[in-house]
């Protein structure tokens, strides 16, 4: 059976990822998808590998999406020194808190059949690695790193999912929560 004329890859993620940021992915279907696309879902099977294809299209878009938000921002402000890693904090979170549903997508774990996604992801820890040492003594070793670039994403994860679910319900400002949080982390890794 041929795919159907003018269905795409692009057509299919770019539809999944509404239905994951405006009902979260859990809403992410073959059914949901094959009526957002107004097609019988057996169609999509020409297109997609059922729903663990859909997903893994889910997860590898995500991943290119959050990369070219942070390479922007950073293009944006030429990695001022001091600053690169808060304007990275800074794209992560704005990324999670506009596309709640493709952000969830990126945190599916990596299989051995999407190496696309592996690739992305690695990309992702290179460049936060690479800003991160700037806060860390010269001499610390690749393990101590990439501790510190697990605690960067645990505050970035934590903090955009507490947004993404309402967890922030008293009057303050979460923009100055996060700026508090993200300097009182960097001041905490930088003990050179």
């Not at 940021?21 to 999509?44: C, F, H, I, Y």
């Not at 592996?118 to 700037?134: G, N």
């Not at 507490?162 to 996060?178: K, M, R, V």
Request: aromatic residues 8%.
């Amino acid at each position: 059976m041929s795919p159907r004329v003018g269905l795409d890859y692009g057509m299919i993620v770019r539809a999944a990822a509404t239905i994951a940021d405006e009902s979260g992915l859990s809403a992410v279907t073959l059914a949901s998808l094959a009526q957002k696309l107004n097609v019988r879902p057996p169609s999509l099977y020409n297109h997609v590998d059922g729903l663990p294809g859909v997903m893994a299209m889910l997860r590898l878009h995500g991943l290119q999406q959050l990369l070219q938000t942070i390479e922007a921002a950073l293009q944006r402000n030429n990695e001022e020194e001091g600053e690169a890693l808060l304007q990275v904090a800074e794209a992560y979170a704005a990324f999670a808190l506009q596309h709640p549903g493709l952000y969830e997508a990126t945190q599916i774990l990596p299989d051995a059949e999407n190496p696309e996604a592996a690739e992305v992801s690695k990309r992702i820890v290179e460049l936060v690695s690479r800003l991160i040492r700037r806060y860390l003594p010269v001499s610390v070793d690749e393990e101590e790193v990439i501790h510190a670039v697990r605690g960067f994403r645990s505050l970035l994860h934590g903090f955009t999912s507490l947004s993404n679910t309402g967890g922030f319900g008293l009057p303050y400002s979460t923009n100055e929560s996060f700026q508090y949080m993200m300097r009182a982390y960097l001041n905490g890794i930088n003990y050179t």
